[in-house]
């Protein structure tokens, strides 16, 4: 039984994480920024499942409650075998429509944070001599529409950099890319369900089984889902021209 650290755990992928690795018997950390919603979750885990679950208040975008986070990563007590970094927000405006307050947030909520994380936790992991390392991205990742995706690009880059660094340790890095989930992500950040063909939405509970599959086998990208696999190789392989152009179609 191991523990795992998990960010943005409330509600959505995070919430999904923390119930799965429940089930498998992994006691858990759960970090975001409401404390009533985390103590709730783990009320109802800690009953259905019998694990330790702790919970650890932060908002990642403030230093101070970042470093709180990064310190419990460093306890030798119930060490972090599992570090999923899920927190992360998005906007619906266009970069020059939004309030650059909040595009910065999104930066250091998912851009630095995950920096600091992975390599607090790597290094002791390393030291360890086991363990895993879990960044959500998203298939925005290979496209070009606005800070979001590029946030997730950097998450994708630096943690296909971060596995080629850790080959050897016994530590691995997966980056996950999800397409379109069913979460409350989604509604927070004011997209339409309707605006999108039932067919390009996933379950949660299928990205996370998906996702925790490819981290057993030390994937470093993990894409659960064929079409949305499909999709990032297209956008991959496609030229960039192509790709800016379909982006600006998606944007509107």
């Known amino acids: ?11 959505g992928l995070g919430e999904e994480f ?3 690795l429940a089930t498998v018997r992994h006691n858990l950390v759960l970090v975001a ?5 985390l103590e709730d979750v783990a009320a109802k885990i800690r009953s259905a499942a019998g694990v330790r679950v702790e919970v650890l208040p932060a908002d990642l975008a403030k230093e101070r409650e970042l470093n709180r986070v990064a ?12 570090l999923v970094n899920n927190a992360g ?11 650059i307050r909040d595009s910065a947030a999104m930066e250091k909520v998912m851009i630095h944070a995950v920096m ?26 290979y496209l070009a529409s606005g800070v979001y995706a590029a946030d997730k690009a950097w998450v994708k880059t630096f943690t296909e950099g971060l596995a080629v660094e850790l080959r050897g340790t016994g530590v691995t890095a997966t980056a996950l890319l999800p397409g379109l989930t069913r979460t409350q992500f989604h509604a927070r950040a004011g997209l339409d369900y309707l605006s999108y063909p039932e067919v390009a939405w996933l379950s949660a509970a299928d990205v996370v089984a998906g996702a925790l599959s490819d981290v057993r086998r030390g994937a470093v990208l993990s894409t659960p889902s064929l079409r949305y696999g499909v999709l990032a190789q297209l956008a991959r392989l496609a030229p960039r021209f192509l790709v800016r152009a379909l982006s600006a179609v998606e944007d509107r």
């Open 33 to 37: 920024r409401d404390q009533q919603r």
């Open 89 to 99: 927000f998005g906007v619906r405006q266009p970069f020059l429509e939004t309030p």
């Open 71 to 82: 310190a419990r990563l460093k306890q030798p007590v119930r060490p972090v075998g599992l």
């Open 116 to 141: 600091v994380l992975s390599h607090t936790a790597g290094r002791a992991m390393v030291e360890r001599g086991r363990g895993a390392i879990l960044n959500v991205s998203s298939v925005a990742a």
């Open 18 to 20: 923390a119930w799965q």
């Open 1 to 11: 039984m191991g523990t795992a650290l998990i960010t943005g755990a409330s509600a």
